[in-house]
């Protein structure tokens, strides 16, 4: 039994990896139940006016793309689904705009028709978020100056509809956080002080450091990691990448509890 | 005035920064918007300052053939190879673009889903109920863990649902307010030993005073 304590971890590695793609090839279909904190989120999305202009920040990079890039396309559904204006683009964070690029081309451009500078613009990445939200706060298109193909943002219609981040323009801002800056350093420059509502969506790991935010109410609601990712697009009727993922997410949990379970009764029977 | 300048300067800007942020004439006279500005200059002369860094500790290691030396001339050309395309094509370019997305943007993903693995490793090997302390840690990471994934529900019903969200929702919001005010409260009185010139660490001083 003391030799459960001691298996090579090739051995574990080789285990999860034969796991993975047998999931792969054969999906167990297990339901994906949707929380009350996913369906929250949702709802406060959905409730939104008609021809709101929403904020989408994509603050990551390719490290959690796995998490959030499903998070960031079900909302991308869900806002034109509801013909809202979408000004996606974020500070300090090169890839996030560059890894969304394909995504906003696919869905807003050629699945619902939207037209590039009067319903959606993307601003790209600026540099240094304090410094990008304070000017934002008073004057948008002068903090952003340009948009994502480097032309003068000035002379496309949509911006007009914002001369300024305020509760008076923009009617949320949906923000994807792995890191810093990311949605509290929003709470803190933009959504605190204008009383824009503020939805989240957060990679698993970031999740229990974010929970006062939500509890509070200075989050209006949060998608939370892969799981709600999952959750998310069952609500909008789009099967992605992160639905199809949760057989693999249970196998992974199941085979790292029983890892555990192995090494520790190794430990509880080894000889003292 | 070695570091008597650094002190001053900064102490300045704090000062500046602080009365932006919080009177109404701050704002409207905008005193940090040209701090904002230099801010951002500074941002990307440090860019270029780890460039030269980075080439200069390679350089180094290509010259005395230091063990890795290949490795210095693959990161040296991959950089300013890269650097040069993006400022002949922007981040637009095709070949720019394509880099991005076959090359550099897997890669990445491909670090952080090895992530997975040794975390499959370490708790086989770490996670032991050596003490009562250990022993609740360790079901309620069980619990929580399943209970995010969907066979948590197939298992136990409802339960590893109530059990995750009550261990999430109320246990660990607690304790982490309390550490995130606690770190706000820190934070907040370093900052105040750095404008008053108590603490010096960032100007190479020797500490604190």
């Known amino acids: 039994m003391e030799r459960l304590m001691k298996i090579d971890r090739r051995i574990l590695y080789l285990v999860a990896v034969v796991v993975l793609v047998l999931v792969l090839f054969f999906p167990l279909g297990l339901p994906v139940k949707v929380s009350d904190l996913t369906q929250k989120t949702y709802n406060g999305i959905q409730n939104l006016p008609d021809g709101s202009l929403v904020i989408i920040s994509p603050m990551y990079d390719a490290g959690s793309q796995g998490e959030l890039m499903p998070m960031f396309v079900a909302m991308l559904y869900q806002c034109a689904e509801r013909h809202y204006k979408i000004v996606i683009g974020n500070a300090q964070w090169a890839m996030g705009p560059q890894l969304c690029h394909p995504y906003v081309e696919k869905i807003l451009k050629e699945q619902y028709g939207y037209q590039y500078g009067v319903d959606y613009i993307e601003f790209g990445s600026k540099p240094q978020f304090t410094v990008w939200a304070n000017s934002a706060l008073s004057d948008f298109p002068g903090a952003c100056l340009t948009d994502y193909n480097n032309q003068p943002i000035n002379q496309f219609p949509i911006i007009k509809s914002i001369p300024k981040i305020s509760k008076e323009y923009v009617a949320a801002t949906l923000v994807l956080d792995c890191g810093t800056p990311g949605a509290r350093d929003w709470l803190a420059y933009v959504n605190q002080g204008t009383g824009i509502p503020l939805y989240v969506g957060e990679i698993q790991m970031s999740v229990p450091e974010m929970m006062p935010y939500v509890a509070s109410g200075q989050y209006a609601g949060m998608i939370a990691g892969s799981r709600g990712a999952a959750e998310y697009e069952s609500l909008i009727g789009h099967t992605g990448k992160a639905l199809k993922s949760q057989d693999v997410m249970s196998v992974i949990a199941l085979l790292v509890a029983l890892y555990i379970v192995l090494g520790n009764i190794g430990y509880l029977t080894r000889k003292k | ?209």
């Open chain 2, 1 to 209: 005035m070695r570091k008597e300048g650094p002190m001053i300067l900064t102490v300045l800007s704090a000062l500046v920064v602080l009365f932006n942020n919080y009177f109404f004439l701050g704002q409207k006279w905008g005193l940090a918007d040209p701090l904002n500005n230099w801010f951002q200059l500074s941002w990307g002369i440090a860019l270029a300052l780890g460039f030269i860094n980075l080439t200069s500790i390679h350089w180094k290691y290509v010259q005395r053939r230091r063990e890795g030396w290949f490795y210095s001339i693959v990161i040296m050309v991959c950089m300013y190879g890269y650097l040069i395309l993006g400022l002949e094509q922007t981040h637009n370019g095709p070949q720019f673009d394509w880099i991005y997305q076959n090359i550099f943007t897997p890669l990445m993903s491909t670090i952080f889903a090895l992530v997975a693995f040794f975390i499959t490793s370490a708790a086989y090997r770490a996670f032991r109920v050596r003490t009562k302390e250990a022993t609740v840690l360790l079901l309620c990471a069980l619990f929580v863990m399943l209970g995010r994934a969907p066979i948590g529900d197939a298992i136990w019903g409802g339960w590893s649902k109530f059990v995750s969200n009550w261990l999430m929702g109320v246990v660990n919001m607690a304790g982490y307010r309390g550490i995130q005010l606690g770190a706000a409260i820190g934070g907040f009185a370093t900052a105040l030993r750095i404008m008053l010139g108590l603490e010096r660490a960032h100007i190479g001083g020797t500490g604190t005073q």
